[in-house]
């Protein structure tokens, strides 16, 4: 096979670039079956973005957006803050949901819900904006104004997407707080946002178990003096205390409500909506996005990424709205184009692993979209799981969420596309509100591993310490042009904003990803910069040890560290998830990685667990896996899905140490 293989031209002498320790020659042009009804087979939205990128964006916005009132000023743009349609108003739920059932399809299912115990709901576009305006005119009646912060906490139930579209009909900023966070995190996010009110529920179901969701409410609402109003779903069924005065019952509000709703329209740099992301010193920072240039950008890229057919298509995000991919491409992608999707409020393990092919054959999913987590976690569940269904409905997969190695890259195309569906590898962040690089899959040849190339009106570069552009070779992704779903600053703190994203290269955002270009111009994600170790002097990326390691024919999912080292300054550390039925030696995969990529690459230590430490989201937790390397202390643990694991590495970490 075409794998990975050392850059053998690497230099020996301590340098500060990320280095590019391998190369991936396999490749796949888009089938020509594919092609023959794709929306975009060709270059002219990258000619057309590079001729002009303010017109280009002006264009997608005419096209796929309705505006109440014109804008006057495409762009403006005064480092590092962008306004984007100035003097042009819309509104976002009307462009969800008011817009098309007005064009007739008020019966087109937006929405089969499906709960983890297998109950379903059907949600039409027609249902869906009866129940927007009805809770729109719920948070009027208890005092939200336009401008007003609301707070989510919800399990992955439809009222989630209910209560984001109220609040953009009226005008009310929402602050969504994935349910998996503990109540401190919870109140930090309220307090920072100063929310009005706070959505929650009794419970949700994950596992076969119901999660208790209103006592974290309750108890951050301790610590919370701006919430005047608490309404809660009820889903779980599990006992709760109801505050008299304070807490409502989400249904018991809504029963009577009115329909007659009509959405106001906002101005284009309105703030629609924050959401928090964990910064490096500990406070959460709130993101801010506002309401016409994400719109234009969410609305643009999901229909050309997904080569969106709306008449046709399923689409299955397996995100949850608590976190941007959620916002972007379960609620206000999907519905501004007015498509079909698949909400699915579990794990994809229940009752069995192949809980996930078993939506896709019911539903006839089209599109597939979801993270290389979950794709390792296949993985090691095996082939024959996936083989159980019938997944002849999928045209196009895509990736989210982190780099994808190559062998998990060709495990989906194979045994979930079944050689026939493209792959979007996409790069993004909460921070940038919309897909940036991705392929085109009608139009781009991919590679297994690359995000291929920026997407049409996006303009990212590659440069090296000295902010000098990288023409092949590893380097820091920098974005050195506005785009209409970028962030507009920190709630609360524009100084941190410039700080954060604006301060490393001048007149350049970055965010702290580090990829490289090979010599095609593909660009390759390499992850956080801070997951970069440095190995006497050579800058390593994790991602890159990670994708040689799952390489190998024994492994399902691999997470790497870099530990303190006396001499070589860090030391590679693998922990391992072995395949069902496997068996390989620590040695076995340490030599695999130095044939892979090189010696230098080679873990010091690697450790075969059966689990990780992820967060509910799936997301790996490596600094508590740092912490266990270096032998500290471990942090806060309440974001995991399991945190008896840690214990377990640090027993594996203790007898390897005593060894």
């Given at each position: 096979r075409a794998g990975l293989a050392y850059d053998r031209t690497m230099s020996d002498e301590p340098h500060d670039t990320i280095d590019a320790l391998s190369s991936e020659n396999r490749t796949f042009p888009p089938s020509a079956t594919f092609k023959a009804d794709s929306l975009v087979v060709d270059t002219s939205l990258y000619d057309e973005a590079n001729e002009d990128d303010e017109a280009f964006w002006a264009r997608q916005a005419t096209e796929l957006?309705?505006?109440?009132?014109?804008?006057?000023?495409?762009?403006?743009?005064?480092?590092?803050?962008?306004?984007?349609?100035?003097?042009?108003?819309?509104?976002?739920?009307?462009?969800?949901?008011?817009?098309?059932?007005?064009?007739?399809?008020?019966?087109?299912?937006?929405?089969?819900?499906?709960?983890?115990?297998g109950d379903t709901r059907k949600i039409t576009y027609q249902d869906l904006l009866d129940?927007?305006?009805?809770?729109?005119?719920?948070?009027?009646?208890?005092?939200?104004?336009?401008?007003?912060?609301?707070n989510i906490y919800l399990p992955m139930i439809p009222e989630a997407a209910v209560a984001m579209l109220a609040c953009a009909r009226i005008g009310a900023a929402h602050s969504v707080v994935f349910g998996g966070f503990s109540s401190q995190s919870l109140s930090d996010r309220i307090n920072d946002a100063e929310a009005k009110v706070l959505i929650t529920a009794d419970g949700g179901y994950?596992?076969?178990?119901?999660?208790?969701?209103?006592?974290?409410?309750?108890?951050?609402?301790?610590?919370?003096?701006?919430?005047?109003?608490?309404?809660?779903?009820?889903?779980?069924?599990?006992?709760?205390?109801?505050?008299?005065?304070?807490?409502?019952?989400?249904?018991?509000?809504?029963?009577?409500?009115?329909?007659?709703?009509p959405a106001e329209p906002m101005e284009?740099?309105?703030?629609?909506?924050?959401?928090?992301?964990?910064?490096?010193?500990?406070?959460?920072?709130?993101?801010?996005?506002?309401?016409?240039?994400?719109?234009?950008?969410?609305?643009?890229?999901?229909?050309?990424?997904?080569?969106?057919?709306?008449?046709?298509?399923?689409?299955?995000?397996?995100?949850?709205?608590?976190?941007?991919?959620?916002?972007?491409?379960?609620?206000?992608?999907?519905?501004?184009?007015?498509c079909t999707q698949v909400m699915y409020e579990g794990v994809p393990n229940h009752p069995g692993n192949d809980r996930f092919w078993e939506i896709v054959e019911k539903y006839g999913v089209t599109i597939f979209y979801t993270a290389p987590t979950?794709?390792?976690?296949?993985?090691?569940?095996?082939?024959?799981?996936?083989?159980?269904?019938?997944?002849?409905?999928?045209?196009?997969?895509?990736?989210?969420?982190?780099?994808?190695?190559?062998e998990a890259w060709m495990w989906y195309h194979e045994h979930i596309g079944g050689e026939r569906c493209p792959i979007v590898d996409t790069w993004w962040q909460t921070e940038t509100g919309g897909i940036m690089i991705s392929p085109l899959p009608g139009a781009t040849t991919t590679k297994p591993g690359s995000a291929t190339f920026p997407l049409?009106?996006?303009?990212?570069?590659?440069?090296?310490?000295?902010?000098?552009?990288?023409?092949?070779?590893?380097?820091?992704?920098?974005?050195?042009?506005?785009?209409?779903?970028?962030?507009?600053?920190?709630?609360?703190?524009?100084?941190?904003?410039?700080?954060?994203?604006?301060?490393?290269?001048?007149?350049?955002?970055?965010?702290?990803?580090?990829?490289?270009?090979?010599?095609?111009?593909?660009?390759?994600?390499?992850?956080?910069?801070?997951?970069?170790?440095?190995?006497?002097?050579?800058?390593?990326s994790t991602t890159e040890v990670e994708s040689a390691l799952v390489s190998h024919p024994a492994v399902a999912e691999a997470a790497v560290v870099g530990a303190t080292d006396a001499t070589t300054g860090q030391a590679v550390i693998a922990y391992?998830?072995?395949?069902?039925?496997?068996?390989?030696?620590?040695?076995?995969?340490?030599?695999?990685?130095?044939s892979e990529i090189g010696a230098i690459a080679k873990p010091r230590k690697v450790f075969i667990t059966p689990d990780l430490p992820k967060t509910r989201s799936g997301k790996i937790m490596r600094r508590l896996l740092r912490d266990v390397a270096e032998g500290r202390l471990i942090g806060d643990t309440t974001t995991l899905a399991d945190a008896s694991i840690v214990d377990e590495l640090q027993a594996k970490a203790a007898a390897s140490t005593d060894d």
């Open positions: 957006v309705d505006w109440s009132e014109p804008w006057d000023t495409v762009l403006d743009w005064q480092l590092p803050y962008a306004k984007w349609f100035e003097g042009a108003t819309l509104n976002v739920a009307h462009n969800c949901l008011d817009r098309h059932v007005a064009a007739g399809k008020g019966g087109k299912v937006a929405i089969h819900w499906e709960g983890e115990p129940e927007v305006s009805q809770f729109s005119n719920v948070l009027k009646g208890l005092g939200v104004d336009k401008g007003d912060r609301v994950r596992r076969g178990e119901v999660f208790p969701l209103k006592p974290a409410a309750d108890e951050a609402c301790e610590s919370t003096p701006t919430i005047e109003h608490m309404i809660v779903v009820k889903r779980g069924g599990n006992d709760v205390t109801m505050v008299e005065g304070r807490d409502h019952w989400y249904h018991d509000l809504m029963d009577g409500a009115s329909t007659d709703c284009a740099e309105h703030l629609l909506f924050l959401l928090y992301t964990s910064g490096t010193t500990g406070k959460p920072k709130g993101i801010m996005h506002t309401t016409g240039g994400y719109l234009t950008q969410v609305t643009y890229t999901h229909k050309y990424v997904f080569d969106l057919q709306p008449e046709t298509d399923v689409f299955w995000c397996t995100a949850d709205v608590g976190w941007i991919t959620g916002h972007s491409y379960i609620v206000y992608g999907p519905l501004s184009n007015g979950a794709i390792r976690t296949f993985m090691k569940w095996g082939a024959d799981e996936p083989a159980k269904h019938d997944l002849s409905s999928l045209r196009l997969l895509g990736t989210v969420g982190e780099p994808i190695n190559p049409p009106g996006v303009t990212a570069e590659l440069v090296d310490d000295e902010a000098q552009p990288v023409p092949v070779g590893g380097g820091y992704l920098t974005l050195t042009r506005p785009w209409p779903g970028m962030l507009r600053g920190i709630w609360g703190d524009p100084d941190r904003y410039r700080e954060t994203y604006w301060s490393r290269f001048e007149g350049r955002y970055f965010a702290g990803d580090g990829a490289k270009l090979d010599d095609a111009g593909y660009l390759w994600l390499l992850g956080r910069v801070d997951d970069v170790m440095n190995v006497s002097g050579h800058r390593i391992v998830i072995l395949r069902g039925g496997a068996d390989v030696g620590e040695q076995d995969l340490r030599a695999h990685v130095a």
